[in-house]
């Protein structure tokens, strides 16, 4: 089966100045649809670089990114703004949701912005993730777990082929942790959702299926 993301000695470099900083030095990975994985590994390895050229927010130095048989950095970068909007959903650590709008509005602003999202999607992944009676509140007026079961919803409510997290329970206890933790295995499970998340937090890489360890820019177990 064709990878849904595959690439082949991924490398990014960044300067400053005159100074670089290698942040990945030749990653070679596959990501095969419905996977959960996590990617794990000390602070300053290269996990969020890795997440961002992954997700086409960050071109690399050099070698591919194929999503979905898509070279990512092959296209226009209108092309690729497109592709990212379709193709993959984001959380992060802060949950980044617009603090002017309920629940509700922001969850259906991404489906807005999604043309050709299926609209039924609202109802069923609002309900899984145990949310409906949330709706019609304002972030702040939602704990941190909440919040980033809304901005999760959001993430997944166009069916992304990936969802990205990029340290998505960092800003939460462990009890909202666990909850939120236990909500990505369940849309992982139920909607086939495949999973690719960058963690500190042992109890986040034990609900995946799979764990990549990262030390000085490189994979040193998969
Ligand atoms: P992690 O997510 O594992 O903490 P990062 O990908 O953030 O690791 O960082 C990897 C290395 O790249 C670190 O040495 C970091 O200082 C450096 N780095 C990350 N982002 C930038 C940037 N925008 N400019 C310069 N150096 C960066």
Redesign the pocket.
Known sequence: MEPLIATHDLK?V???GKVS????RGISINVQEGEFVAVV????????????VLGGL?RPTSGKVLVDGNDLFGMSDAQRTRFRAHKIGFVFQRFNLLPTLTARDNILLAQQIGDGCNPHRFASVTAMLGIVDKLRYRPNEMSGGEQQRIAIARAIVCEPKILMADEPTGNLDSENSQIVLNMMRAVNREFRQTILM?THNPAAAAVADRIIR?RD?HVVSD
């Open positions: 990014k960044y300067r400053i900083v290698p942040a990945l590994g000390p602070s300053g390895c290269g996990k969020s670089t890795l997440l961002h960050t960058i990262m820019g």
